[in-house]
């Protein structure tokens, strides 16, 4: 099952940043696979935007881009710190999770080979594999259906590799779409969005905040009431 890939949204922009809404199948940088990623389309219009956060190419949804170098670094330093910023995600999870509301708190390995994440657990003595890091969210369902497929909205409180799609495939409802942690469902993309973006200016010291909605006319998005 294939989509066609949508055109970027700029959603809202001064003259230090953008806030940009990726296009699910589009990479956020350039990768082997040869496609115009978000940040080459961007360059286009921006010749000195830099790159401060990713999603992964088959989510889409808000993303943040600087655009003076100086701006990046700052940016970056700001956004490896998530009490200073907040980022909401939609997801619709292939079967219900077993409270309508939680805390999902793991540890997680990613395997850099496999660009696959893995939930570990402490040996009896407390120690960790080498380069397990806490990871940690929180979630409430807004809609389920009777097949099971349920709209989830999830708060990131740490960022680590596949973090929404491990913690939940590693209980039993993995990410719509999403085959490489075990879900059946078939869509387009894997049914995970970055719904709103929020921080600090790091200019202006205003808060900044930006949202962005999964398209209605794709797999599975259009099947909730919104």
């Known amino acids: ?18 806030l940009v809404s990726k296009p699910q199948g589009m990479p956020a940088q350039p990768d082997p696979s040869g496609q115009m990623s978000l940040l080459a389309y961007l360059t286009e219009r921006y010749p000195n935007v830099g ?101 989830v909205r999830i708060k990131l409180h740490t960022g680590r590799t596949h973090q929404i799609r491990i913690q939940f495939a590693s209980r039993g ?12 469902v078939k869509c387009p993309f894997i049914a995970l969005w970055s719904h709103r973006l929020t921080f600090v200016h790091p200019v202006t010291g205003k808060t900044v905040s930006a949202e962005s909605t999964p398209p209605a006319d794709t797999e599975p998005w259009g099947r909730f009431g919104g």
């Open 51 to 151: 790159i401060v956060h990713r999603l992964d190419t088959p989510t889409g949804g808000v993303m943040v881009f600087a655009k003076t170098p100086a701006v990046t670094g700052k940016l970056s330093a700001m956004l490896g710190d998530h009490s200073t910023y907040e980022k909401v995600y939609l997801a619709v999870l292939s079967a219900p999770p077993a409270e309508a509301h939680g805390v999902l708190e793991d540890y997680l390995y990613h395997d850099k080979r496999q660009n696959k994440a893995f939930v570990v657990t402490p040996a009896a003595d407390g120690t960790l594999r080498k380069g397990a890091k806490a990871a940690k969210l929180t979630y409430e369902v807004l809609e389920p259906l009777p097949d099971g497929l349920t709209l």
């Open 1 to 18: 099952m294939t989509a066609p890939i949508r055109e970027p949204v700029i959603l809202c922009e001064d003259k230090h940043l953008l």
């Open 173 to 184: 409802c993995p990410v719509a779409g999403d085959g490489k942690y075990g879900s059946r």
